[in-house]
C-alpha cells in the first residue's frame, strides 16, 4: 500500500499556544512529518507544560506498591489536529531517593514491544543496579498509547483468543497456510472495525511525538531516556525528530533504524538470527548432558526437542500443550539464557514421563480479562502501520520458503505473527530517515550483545553510524535481549556513569566505511547459567520483567524485531 501522510487543520487554540514558541534551533535537521502534526506537537507540549501530572495513588490494576505514584496524561490522538480528541496515557512515577540538590532530573523508559507498558519500571529503584541511578533521577514508566488503559487497542474479542494446543509446523502445508491467510484477514478485519478511524494513529511517529508531550508535562527542559528493543527505534526516531530536547539517551539491544529494514526486512533478519541462538542453546544443554540427558552433541538435543515435539502433536500435555505452545514457551531461550535451565528441565522431565513442568512452563493462561490480547493488539497496529509490506503472500511464500531451509526454528512462526499487516486497511506511514549530524545530538549510549536474536547486532552498529557523536558498549559473545541493568556488571558501569555523568567511551580506532574515529567499548560476557539438577528444579526461577532481566513484557504479541 502507498505510503499516506496524515494532515489536518490548526484550529484556534493552536495558533494562541504556539505565538510564545521558541523556533528549534537552526542546527536540527528538516523534519519528515507533515507541517501541521509539526506544529500539533508543540501545540501538544505546550498545554502539557502548563496542565502538568496530578500524581495520586495507582489504579488496583496496575499492582503498583507505594510510594510509587501514577497520573494520567493527555496527549493528541491526531497531531494534525491537536485541539481535536485527547486519549489518556497512564503514567507511573518514584521520585529521586537522594537529596533535591542532587536531583538531575526525570529518567523515562520504555522496554519494547511494541505493546509493552513500563509502568512497572520505577520498582527497579530497589535493584542494586540502580541504586545511584535512582537516587539522581525520578524513575517514570508509562503505558504507550494503545496499551492496558491508555486507549486500548483490540483487534478481536478476549474470548475468541486461542488457548491451545495448536500446531507449529516448520515445513506447512498449503492447507495450513491457507488457514492462517484466513485468520490474519480476519484479524486485519478486527483491528479495522473494533478500533475504528482510530486505528491510523496508532504508529511509531506518534510514540515520539507522545515522548515529547509527556517531557514537557513532566517539567522537564530536555529529555533524559532509556529505550529497550522497540523502545529503541522510536527513541531513535525521537532523536531525530527532537534533537534539541535530549539531555541523555540510552538505547539498549537497538533495532535496526534503516527506512528499508522497517519492519518485514528486520522480520527476516530477526528469523535469521533466532536460528544462530537457538543453536547456542542446544550446545549449551549438551554439554551438561550429564544433568538433562538430552543428548551429547547440539544435534542429539535437536533429535530430543523434535521427539517431544512429535508427542506433544500427537497427544497434547495437558489437554493444552501442544507444539505451538511448545514452540512459545522455547522462543523465550532466545531472549534470555536465564531461561535455558528451565527450559532444559521441562524437556528432560516430560522425556522421562512427567509432563508437570512443560505444562507449568508452556500451558496458556486460562484466565480472560479486557486486556487478553491487548499487547497483541498494539504489535500489530504500530507495525502495519509503520510502513509498506508485502501484500502478495506469494512474496512471504517465497521469502520464507527460502528462509526456512537453513532457518526453521522461527521463521514461520514470525510470518504468522504478522501476517496481518499483509491485508492492513488503514493508511501506511513512510519510515522516518534517522539520522543526525556532527554536534547535533548530545552523545547517545547504545547498548548491544554481540549474539542478540531478536535486534541482530547488525543493527546497533546502523545505529551508531547514524546517530553522529553516540557510543556504543557491546557484551561480546553474549545474546540476552536488553542488558542494560541486568547480569553484566561492565555494562551496568557504562550505563551507571553515562546516566550520572554523560561520559561515554572515547573514540578509537576509524572505523570503515566512514573511517572516522567512534567511541566504542566491550565487555566480556557475563556467565553462561549454572545446569540445575533434575531433583533442584524447583528452585530455578524465571527472568523478571525488569531492564536487563527478562523479556515476557516484549513476548506476549509474539515473536519480533522489538522483543
Known amino acids: 500500500m502507498k505510503a499516506l501522510a496524515l494532515t489536518g487543520t490548526v484550529g484556534p487554540l493552536t495558533a494562541a499556544l504556539l505565538s510564545p514558541l521558541l523556533t528549534p534551533p537552526a542546527a536540527a535537521p528538516a523534519l519528515d512529518a507533515p507541517p501541521a502534526e509539526t506544529g500539533g506537537v508543540l501545540v501538544a507540549a505546550r498545554r502539557a507544560a502548563v496542565e502538568g501530572i496530578a500524581f495520586g495513588g495507582c489504579p488496583a490494576a496496575e499492582k503498583l506498591p507505594p510510594p510509587v505514584r501514577c497520573g494520567t496524561l493527555l496527549v493528541p490522538l491526531d497531531y494534525a489536529d491537536p485541539d481535536g480528541t485527547r486519549i489518556p496515557l497512564t503514567v507511573s512515577r518514584i521520585e529521586a531517593s537522594g537529596p533535591a540538590a542532587d536531583r538531575q532530573g526525570a529518567l523515562l523508559y520504555n522496554p519494547g514491544g511494541p505493546g ?157 538470527a533466532f536460528e544462530r541462538r537457538w543453536a547456542d542453546f542446544r550446545t549449551w544443554a549438551a554439554k551438561h548432558d550429564k544433568v538433562y540427558g538430552l543428548g551429547s552433541t547440539a544435534q542429539e538435543v535437536q533429535e530430543s526437542y523434535e521427539k517431544v515435539r512429535a508427542e506433544l502433536a500427537a497427544e497434547p500435555a495437558g489437554g493444552r500443550v501442544g507444539p505451538g505452545q511448545l514452540h512459545r514457551a522455547m522462543l523465550l531461550t532466545g531472549y534470555h539464557d536465564g531461561y535455558w535451565p528451565l527450559r532444559a528441565t521441562a524437556l528432560a522431565r516430560y522425556l522421562k514421563g512427567d509432563a ?116 556504543l558498549v557491546t557484551e561480546r559473545d553474549a545474546g540476552t535481549h536488553g542488558i542494560g541493568g541486568g547480569a553484566n556488571a561492565c555494562v551496568n558501569g557504562y550505563l551507571e556513569r553515562y546516566l550520572l555523568t554523560g561520559a561515554v567511551p572515547a573514540a578509537g580506532v576509524p572505523q570503515a566505511p566512514e573511517m572516522t574515529p567512534v567511541r566504542r567499548a566491550s565487555c566480556a560476557p557475563h556467565p553462561e547459567p549454572d545446569p540445575v539438577s533434575l531433583d533442584r528444579r524447583s528452585e530455578v526461577r524465571p527472568p523478571s520483567d525488569l531492564p536487563g532481566r527478562g523479556v515476557t513484557a516484549r513476548l506476549v504479541a509474539g515473536p519480533s524485531p522489538s522483543r
Not at 123 to 140: G, H, S, T
Not at 252 to 272: F, T
Not at 406 to 433: G, M
Request: net charge neutral; aromatic share 10%; with cysteine.
Open 116 to 272: 509493552a507498558s513500563s509502568t512497572y519500571f520505577p520498582m527497579v529503584a530497589e535493584l542494586p543496579a540502580w541504586k545511584r541511578i535512582a537516587a539522581a533521577y525520578d524513575l517514570v514508566g508509562y503505558a504507550p498509547r494503545g496499551v492496558g488503559r491508555s486507549a486500548p487497542v483490540s483487534c478481536q474479542d478476549p474470548v475468541d483468543r486461542a488457548t491451545g494446543p495448536t500446531p507449529a509446523p516448520t515445513q506447512p502445508s498449503e492447507v495450513f497456510k491457507q488457514e492462517r491467510i484466513a485468520r490474519a484477514k480476519t484479524y486485519a478485519h478486527g483491528c479495522a472495525t473494533r478500533t475504528g478511524k482510530a486505528l491510523r494513529h496508532y504508529h511509531s511517529l506518534n510514540n515520539a511525538r507522545d515522548l515529547e508531550v509527556l517531557r514537557a508535562a513532566l517539567g522537564e527542559q530536555r529529555l533524559t531516556y532509556m529505550g529497550a528493543s522497540y523502545g529503541t527505534y522510536f527513541g531513535a526516531l525521537y532523536a531525530t525528530l527532537f534533537p534539541h530536547r535530549v539531555r541523555r539517551m540510552v538505547l539498549d539491544a537497538p533495532v535496526h533504524p534503516a527506512p528499508r529494514q522497517i519492519w518485514y526486512l528486520n522480520n527476516l533478519d530477526q528469523s535469521r
Open 356 to 471: 508437570e513442568p512443560l505444562i507449568a512452563q508452556a500451558a496458556p493462561s486460562e484466565e480472560i480479562t479486557e486486556d487478553t490480547g491487548n499487547q497483541a493488539a498494539v504489535y500489530s497496529a504500530v507495525e502495519c502501520n509503520d510502513a509498506p509490506w508485502p501484500e502478495d503472500f506469494a512474496v512471504w511464500d517465497r521469502d520464507n520458503t527460502a528462509l526456512a531451509a537453513v532457518a526453521p526454528f522461527e521463521t514461520w512462526d514470525n510470518v504468522w505473527s504478522n501476517l496481518p499487516c499483509a491485508y492492513w486497511k488503514a493508511p501506511r506511514q513512510k519510515p522516518l530517515d534517522v539520522r543526525t549530524g556532527p554536534g547535533v545530538l548530545p552523545p547517545v549510549l547504545i547498548l548491544a550483545a554481540e549474539r542478540d536474536a531478536a535486534t541482530p547486532y547488525e543493527g546497533a552498529l546502523e545505529l551508531q553510524r547514524r546517530l553522529a557523536g553516540s557510543a
